[in-house]
């Protein structure tokens, strides 16, 4: 598992670690698809479970026949439970509340990125208009941020989007 004392660094870090086990809870099958087909292209070792809205993801998370994902992706406007809703329910869940928790949005409005950071979020992420954007935003959460900003969110690093991003990064 990539925690702060086993930060992922290279390509060949990658090759030796378990892979991070996520729960991604987003309503649109192609958002699904596109998330799982960038985070193939970072070359992290991954394992991936998706949900349909937040009601599935505190299910799935609280069920004691699976274990605990490392990290969840939770898209904020979800049928039947809201992200916003199943963030505030898994960050005031003793058993839960240390899963690190990564909003996903079209909305880059102020409110939206203030309320999941008060919450508990652990980072904030506007979905990309590209492919390419959203491959360099995913480098950046698990290679650069996984110490950083999730293992203790920093309100200055909390929101990523693709233009606060580059190749170099």
């Known amino acids: ?6 930060p ?3 390509t060949k870090d990658l090759k030796e670690i378990e892979p991070v086990k996520i729960i991604l809870a987003e309503d ?9 087909e960038a985070l193939d292209a970072t070359k992290v070792p991954t394992e991936v479970i998706t949900v349909d809205n937040g009601e599935e993801l505190v299910n799935a998370l609280k069920d004691g026949s699976e274990p605990k994902p ?4 939770i898209d904020i ?4 439970k809201g992200g916003k809703e199943a963030l505030e329910e898994i960050k005031s869940d003793q058993e839960l509340k240390e899963i690190p928790a990564v ?8 409110k939206d990125i203030e309320d999941t950071f008060n919450k508990g979020a652990n980072l904030y ?7 390419t954007s959203f491959i360099l935003i995913l480098k950046k959460v698990f290679i650069l941020h996984w110490t950083k900003a999730l293992m203790n969110p920093v309100k200055n690093i909390f ?3 693709e233009k606060n991003i580059s190749p170099k990064d």
Do not use: A, C, R, Y
């Open 1 to 6: 598992m990539i925690n702060s004392e086993n």
């Open 8 to 10: 992922v660094g290279t």
């Open 28 to 36: 649109d099958k192609d958002d699904q698809e596109l998330f799982k």
């Open 70 to 73: 490392d990290i969840v992706f």
């Open 77 to 80: 406007n979800m049928p039947i």
């Open 103 to 110: 909003m996903l949005s079209t909305s880059n409005n102020p």
């Open 125 to 131: 992420i506007q979905k990309p208009n590209s492919f």
């Open 159 to 161: 929101f990523v989007s």
